[in-house]
């Protein structure tokens, strides 16, 4: 059995795309195990440049099958957008499967989370209004619509109807929006549920067997640590959790059975949308990263907060998600920096000094981080294969990483095609 699990330690965006891209080529299975069409996983193959939502980015290498696990909350269109878009660039999609207990989102999905985000005088979270937060709210509430319900047209016809009534209710009355019509979309649902009908597999059975029989299963989350539903930095966080832990309910497979948990950083922070980011440079410094590090979201375009790395947050998410394996991607972007800060401590409104991340989102805002201060290099690393070629500052940075947080760096992305890595240790 080799289980391979690659999840984002900040505050999404950190290129797990890349690094799931890198090892599925040896992976049997390839599995998304959470979020939605929401995600924006980038990989580059030569000149060629794939944005992948929904599908796992493992579905351009992966020999064996890709699964959208039930964790996952899906839109069938977006769904199949992306399987035409691989299909016209001459690529498979025959090994991509849904679970039958993974969510549908719905019209009404997405309305809702238009109209809250629009909302005058409402707490916008930033969400990418993809419709994923309703989706998993209904979920919780019972009255979801999952996979398998789009195969059984009674089921589907009763689940709209009971969901239309509460929803139209509150589009009309609250929001003063119009309502929706119940043949419109049990006739679109209906068929797109003929159409991926063959797609949709108890994945979790298959999964299991896989284990047994010792295949390599690469799990695969979106979004990060930091926007975790209950982890990160509530309510500025994602509707599910894309941590190690969240492997076990969103794939249906036991905490048994996890072994390489490999978590990615980059080298800097980035996050987009709202919400409290205590090294944020609203500067020239945090300007001229967003322009070298090309940082606007896959997903959305929106410009990328940028700031110095922050090792308090990334302690914090290791520790959640249990890492034993580091990826530091984007150490190239830092090149040509004089001088190189990280975050190690928080000063706190009553002047406190902390080395933790808090679980009060308000009390952040107001936390100032303190820095040490590390020379940079000036050398252009995009060509470096091997660790020993890296300057030797360049190596102090890496090194002061893994000396505060007591892991090792296995991987070092120096430039985002999948052939830029300095590989410290072959997992495989």
């Given at each position: 059995?080799?289980?391979?699990?690659?999840?984002?330690?900040?505050?999404?965006?950190?290129?797990?795309?890349?690094i799931?891209?890198?090892?599925?080529a040896?992976s049997?299975?390839?599995?998304?195990?959470?979020?939605?069409?929401?995600?924006?996983?980038?990989v580059?193959?030569?000149?060629?440049?794939?944005?992948?939502?929904l599908?796992?980015?493992?579905?351009?290498?992966?020999?064996?099958?890709?699964?959208?696990?039930?964790?996952?909350?899906?839109?069938?269109k977006?769904?199949?957008?992306?399987?035409?878009?691989?299909?016209?660039?001459?690529?498979?999609?025959?090994?991509?499967f849904?679970?039958?207990?993974?969510?549908?989102?719905m019209?009404?999905?997405?309305?809702?989370?238009?109209?809250?985000?629009?909302?005058?005088?409402?707490?916008?979270?930033?969400?990418?209004?993809?419709?994923?937060?309703?989706?998993?709210?209904?979920?919780?509430?019972?009255?979801?619509?999952?996979?398998?319900d789009?195969?059984?047209?009674?089921?589907?016809?009763?689940k709209?109807?009971?969901s239309?009534?509460?929803?139209n209710?509150l589009?009309?009355?609250?929001?003063?929006?119009?309502?929706?019509?119940?043949?419109?979309?049990?006739?679109?649902?209906?068929?797109?549920?003929e159409?991926?009908k063959?797609?949709?597999?108890?994945t979790?059975?298959?999964?299991?067997?896989?284990?047994?029989?010792?295949?390599?299963?690469l799990?695969?989350?979106?979004?990060?640590?930091?926007?975790?539903?209950d982890f990160?930095?509530y309510?500025?966080?994602?509707?599910?959790?894309?941590?190690?832990?969240?492997?076990?309910?969103?794939?249906?497979?036991?905490?048994?059975?996890l072994?390489?948990?490999?978590?990615?950083?980059?080298?800097?922070?980035?996050?987009?949308?709202?919400?409290?980011?205590?090294?944020?440079?609203?500067?020239?410094?945090?300007?001229?990263?967003?322009?070298?590090?090309?940082?606007?979201?896959a997903?959305?375009?929106?410009?990328?907060?940028?700031?110095?790395?922050?090792?308090?947050?990334?302690?914090h998410?290791?520790?959640?998600?249990g890492?034993?394996?580091?990826?530091?991607?984007?150490?190239?972007?830092?090149?040509?920096?004089?001088?190189?800060?990280?975050?190690?401590?928080?000063?706190?409104?009553?002047?406190?000094?902390?080395?933790?991340f808090?679980?009060?989102?308000?009390?952040?805002?107001n936390?100032?981080p303190?820095?040490?201060?590390?020379?940079?290099?000036?050398?252009?690393?995009?060509?470096?294969?091997?660790y020993?070629?890296?300057?030797?500052?360049a190596?102090?940075?890496?090194?002061?990483?893994?000396n505060?947080?007591?892991?090792?760096?296995?991987?070092?992305?120096?430039?985002p095609?999948?052939?830029?890595?300095?590989?410290?240790?072959?997992?495989?």
């Amino acid at each position: 059995m080799a289980t391979y699990v690659v999840v984002g330690l900040q505050y999404g965006d950190e290129g797990k795309g890349k690094i799931t891209d890198v090892l599925s080529a040896k992976s049997d299975y390839v599995v998304r195990f959470q979020g939605g069409d929401n995600a924006g996983h980038t990989v580059y193959v030569g000149e060629e440049k794939f944005v992948l939502h929904l599908l796992p980015s493992g579905v351009l290498q992966c020999k064996g099958k890709c699964v959208i696990g039930n964790g996952v909350v899906v839109n069938p269109k977006s769904f199949l957008r992306e399987i035409a878009q691989i299909e016209e660039k001459g690529m498979r999609t025959d090994h991509v499967f849904i679970s039958r207990r993974a969510h549908v989102i719905m019209p009404y999905h997405i309305l809702l989370d238009t109209y809250r985000e629009e909302e005058e005088g409402g707490t916008q979270i930033g969400t990418t209004k993809k419709g994923i937060g309703p989706c998993y709210e209904d979920k919780i509430a019972r009255v979801g619509i999952r996979m398998v319900d789009l195969l059984n047209p009674e089921v589907l016809a009763e689940k709209i109807k009971k969901s239309l009534k509460t929803k139209n209710s509150l589009f009309e009355k609250y929001f003063e929006k119009p309502t929706l019509e119940f043949d419109e979309i049990y006739n679109e649902f209906l068929a797109l549920g003929e159409t991926l009908k063959d797609r949709i597999v108890d994945t979790e059975v298959e999964l299991n067997q896989a284990i047994h029989n010792g295949k390599n299963i690469l799990f695969e989350g979106a979004q990060a640590a930091m926007l975790d539903i209950d982890f990160g930095t509530y309510p500025y966080v994602t509707s599910s959790s894309p941590t190690t832990g969240g492997v076990c309910a969103g794939a249906g497979v036991p905490p048994t059975s996890l072994q390489n948990l490999i978590g990615v950083a980059k080298a800097y922070t980035t996050r987009v949308g709202n919400g409290p980011f205590p090294t944020e440079l609203n500067d020239e410094t945090g300007a001229e990263m967003r322009r070298i590090g090309h940082e606007f979201g896959a997903t959305t375009g929106r410009p990328r907060r940028c700031g110095w790395l922050d090792l308090v947050s990334l302690k914090h998410a290791t520790m959640i998600n249990g890492i034993n394996n580091l990826v530091i991607t984007k150490l190239d972007v830092l090149s040509g920096m004089p001088t190189l800060k990280i975050a190690t401590k928080y000063k706190t409104e009553d002047g406190k000094i902390i080395d933790y991340f808090t679980s009060s989102t308000t009390k952040l805002y107001n936390y100032e981080p303190m820095y040490e201060e590390l020379e940079g290099w000036t050398e252009d690393i995009t060509q470096a294969r091997s660790y020993d070629e890296l300057p030797a500052n360049a190596k102090k940075y890496i090194e002061f990483i893994e000396n505060y947080l007591g892991i090792n760096v296995y991987l070092v992305s120096v430039g985002p095609e999948r052939s830029q890595n300095i590989i410290r240790k072959e997992l495989f």
